[in-house]
């Protein structure tokens, strides 16, 4: 007997322009983000009926995150982390997920500073 474990949906360095950071050079221009995220899915309909209805779009996701970091005039990478994780949740009715936001000139000398996230539903 087999049995599939540990589907998910993976969306891996979304890059996104917005206006982040604290200080007023960093909120006159929009800067580069990367975003990737994942969340659970169970792929057992989707995979017999390869409807896409029956599974999450993920091109989907992608626009509604792309255009909630956008939209958005946050201070902190870290602000905008959690938000995002809610909307995508509610938006998409997801169990949780995972994500990180990566800032890449946020320091010079390396690729950027980044922070990362999981948020489940409790009682799921």
């Known amino acids: 007997m087999w049995r599939f474990e540990g589907e998910s949906i993976h969306i891996d360095n979304l890059r996104v322009h ?3 950071g604290v200080n007023a050079s960093e909120r006159a221009r ?6 990737s995220l994942s969340f659970p ?4 309909r989707p995979a017999q009926s390869e409807v ?9 996701v992608a626009d509604v ?3 909630f970091v956008r939209g958005g005039r ?3 990478l870290e602000t905008l982390a959690r938000e995002l994780a809610l909307h995508l949740c509610q938006r998409f009715d997801l169990p949780g997920v ?3 936001v990566r800032k890449p000139a946020a320091i010079d ?3 950027g500073a980044a922070v990362s996230l999981t948020l489940t539903r409790e009682g799921r």
């Open 65 to 67: 995150a792309r255009e």
């Open 18 to 20: 917005c206006i982040i």
């Open 74 to 76: 946050f201070r902190l």
């Open 41 to 44: 899915a169970d792929f057992s």
């Open 30 to 35: 929009e800067q580069a983000l990367i975003v």
């Open 109 to 111: 000398d390396c690729d």
């Open 52 to 60: 896409l209805e029956h599974t999450v779009d993920y091109a989907a």
């Open 98 to 100: 995972t994500l990180r």
